[in-house]
């Protein structure tokens, strides 16, 4: 599929910004909608729309059949051993804490160490620090190397018999960096600890295999996949999902009440307390048709091209610094950058005025603006529905903003 077969499929791309056609990339925020999915969404509203698993009527069992059957697409999408290792929840925020309040909170104690990395997105470090200082536990932070990746030499050192956790992003939201999941998972296990991965950015973008990255923990969010806000995964192995206790009770969750004690639903229902979040499932599922229709290589391939050719044209302009590896190879689809003298702030607003939206501030990772030696920085970020001449409107765009500030001081 092409770009303007795929491009013509997101309704919101067809409009103007500022009197200008818009270039949307900031998809490491957010992604756009795709028709399918926002039809998928009215549809449930509008024909089907009943709670799951309590009810016989009708479109309760059509609900429940969508609902149950987005889960099953989600196993399948990650390559999970069962639907049972795929729990709902509000996103990657959500399921990363559920992991440290539930499995850190019973696992850790004092002499016990995490380890993450500087690069790291809030979501992946206040959730740790907050368990450590429940259980006494250790917090170390995986250094980075001056490019802004992770060695495995490093990770050797850092990870000891004492580390009972690892928690490390899969792709960075700022530096774009593919980091070596597989390889730390190993060096991981082979300490005894669990790895817990946060996947926000990589699970829109390249294919995902939780079995041959022998992660314990993967989390991700629907809205950075064409799917809608509100709804996210956690995949745990069995194993330590078995284990561990919910941290949220009510319906639905519930095998038994009694008047003093409560036993709890099998999995991965024990989790997913309350009425879930049905529609957003069954729109996260029609994106994963979507993009596996599309197809994650073509998808993985399309953004390193587009990264490359970002890389290239954005290296020319005078004064502009990027962060990160200088080699597309060890990229995604991520460019964060600085203009000398020019606050990124700054840098947005003229872009926006242009129809050009991208990202600025510190994209929620303040230890690696401190480690980049920065307060904030400007970020385009691609998707598969971004071309060149997309990137060759921003690079037009960071020109013009370079001439502009240069003429006012």
């Not at 038994?256 to 036993?263: G, K, M, N």
């Not at 926006?352 to 385009?380: F, N, Y």
Request: net charge negative.
């Amino acid at each position: 599929m092409i770009a303007a077969e795929i491009r013509s499929q997101f309704p919101i791309l067809d409009q103007e910004v500022n009197g200008h056609p818009l270039v949307y990339l900031d998809s490491a925020a957010t992604s756009q909608k795709p028709i399918q999915v926002i039809d998928a969404l009215s549809k449930y509203y509008r024909e089907y729309n009943s709670n799951v698993h309590r009810g016989v009527h009708t479109l309760g069992t059509k609900a429940t059949d969508g609902y149950e059957g987005a889960r099953e697409k989600v196993r399948r999408f990650i390559n999970a051993k069962s639907a049972e290792e795929v729990i709902f929840t509000r996103g990657t925020t959500t399921s990363l804490n559920m992991v440290a309040r539930s499995y850190g909170g019973a696992n850790l104690s004092e002499g016990d160490e995490i380890v993450i990395s500087y690069m790291e997105h809030h979501s992946n470090i206040i959730p740790w620090q907050q368990i450590a200082k429940q259980t006494g536990a250790t917090l170390k932070y995986l250094p980075l190397q001056e490019d802004g990746t992770i060695s495995l030499e490093d990770a050797r050192e850092t990870i000891t018999g004492n580390t009972k956790i690892v928690s490390i992003m899969h792709v960075s939201n700022v530096l774009g960096v593919i980091n070596p999941i597989k390889e730390i998972a190993k060096i991981a296990h082979e300490n005894s600890a669990i790895m817990v991965v946060d996947g926000a950015q990589s699970a829109p973008h390249i294919k995902i295999d939780v079995q041959d990255l022998d992660c314990d923990f993967f989390a991700f969010s629907g809205h950075k996949m064409c799917g809608p806000t509100g709804i996210g995964v956690l995949y745990g192995k069995r194993e330590l999902l078995e284990t561990m206790e919910p941290v949220e009770f009510g319906g639905e969750m519930i095998d038994f009440v009694d008047l003093y004690d409560s036993t709890w639903k099998e999995l991965p229902w024990k989790f997913e307390g309350g009425t879930p979040i049905i529609a957003g499932a069954i729109g996260l599922g029609a994106a994963i048709d979507f993009l596996e229709q599309i197809g994650l290589d073509h998808i993985e391939k399309h953004e390193h091209k587009l990264a490359a050719y970002a890389l290239d044209k954005m290296s020319a302009i005078e004064g502009l610094t990027i962060y990160g590896p200088e080699n597309a190879d060890q990229r995604a689809g991520v460019v964060t950058f600085n203009i000398t003298d020019v606050h990124p702030h700054d840098v947005a607003t003229v872009l926006d005025a242009e129809g050009i939206a991208v990202r600025a501030g510190h994209h929620c990772a303040q230890p690696l603006m401190r480690w980049l030696k920065v307060s904030a920085t400007a970020r385009a970020s691609f998707y598969l529905y971004n071309t060149e001449e997309d990137i060759d409107k921003l690079v037009e765009g960071l020109v013009r903003t370079k001439e502009y500030f240069g003429d006012v001081f």
